[in-house]
């Protein structure tokens, strides 16, 4: 087994467990520091980091589907389900950073005075447990939106530790306590940012989208000039899931060619899935008299 593919099982379920439970008992810690200290931007970075153990929980249950084979009623399989979990995670994500702006505003609008001791202190125990939590999705986030987008989240996090901690320093050294606001507006930025870029991908995969790389007519001129084809019309190409591409298409041959059709086929689907990573195909063949 690939390094990278661990985590995809029980022992990565374990460690996403322990990661979860982590998550929310830091929540916890930094709630307390945030209103202790008077720190908008710890109390910011604990929302974050409950959203992280809500959005580990969604990737878990979502691998733990998209483990399942196909069945008769998902004759696909349920990969899809990383899918909806990656946009389920991706929304909040954006949705949580529309929130912290919001109560960005309000802290410029009626300032407080900050604590700097008490957030540096607990923004640093936060930065060690986000780079740890980080480190668990970090070999498969490029091979799961789902995964990435919990990934993004985590690392998010460690910025959003590493941000508070300069704020709290900045608030010890020269009594800039607006640094604080500051912090919260850079995470809301990055996870507004983070979720813009990676939605329309996990909107494009269930809406069967035609793959970024992929151009139907020069697929479809690409087939015709196989020995024995004379037309490809009729075709459509989407994602199943991430690692799933699939046509299908209605495909002209000759009728003095019919006693060629397995090689026809079999020439078609090398094609597919040398030329354009396609290796779910269905073809319809239909017959035509040349002259």
């Known amino acids: 087994m690939m390094p990278e593919q661990k985590l995809a099982g029980p022992t990565g379920d374990r460690a996403l467990v322990v990661a979860i439970v982590v998550n929310i008992l830091l929540t916890v810690v930094q709630i307390i520091g945030g209103v ?10 604990a929302a974050h980091n409950l959203s992280d153990a809500a959005a580990i929980a969604i990737a878990l249950i979502a691998q733990r589907i998209g483990r399942q084979p196909a069945d008769s009623d998902h004759t696909y399989g349920h990969g899809r389900a990383e899918l909806i979990g990656a946009f389920v995670n991706l929304t909040w994500l ?8 919001s109560e960005g505003i309000q802290r410029l609008i009626s300032p407080e005075i900050v604590d700097g001791w008490t957030v540096v202190i607990v923004a640093s125990i936060a930065l060690v447990i986000d780079f740890a ?3 668990l999705t970090f ?15 985590n690392a998010a996090d460690a910025a959003g530790s590493l ?12 009594d800039w306590h607006l640094a604080d606001t500051i912090a919260t507006f850079g995470i809301a930025a990055y996870l507004m940012i983070q979720g813009a870029i990676m939605l329309p991908r996990t909107i494009d995969i269930l809406m069967q989208r035609v793959p970024e790389d992929l151009d139907v007519d020069h697929v479809a001129i690409s087939l015709a000039e196989i020995d024995g084809v004379l037309d490809v019309h009729d075709m459509h190409i989407w994602e199943i899931d991430e690692r799933q591409r699939s046509l299908e298409a209605h495909v002209i041959v000759d009728t003095r060619d019919v006693d060629r059709m397995e090689h026809i086929k079999q020439a078609l689907k090398r ?13 319809e063949f239909e017959f035509e008299t040349v002259l």
Not at 163 to 174: D, T
């Open 94 to 101: 954006m949705l949580l950073g529309l929130f912290l702006f």
């Open 271 to 283: 094609r597919l899935a040398e030329r354009f990573d396609i290796t779910h195909s269905t073809l």
């Open 133 to 135: 939590t980080a480190a």
């Open 36 to 45: 202790v200290s008077g720190s908008l931007s710890l109390i910011a970075d």
């Open 163 to 174: 941000g508070v901690i300069v704020a709290g320093s900045l608030i010890l050294l020269y």
């Open 139 to 153: 070999r498969r986030r490029g091979h799961s939106l789902n995964i990435r987008a919990v990934f993004v989240n």
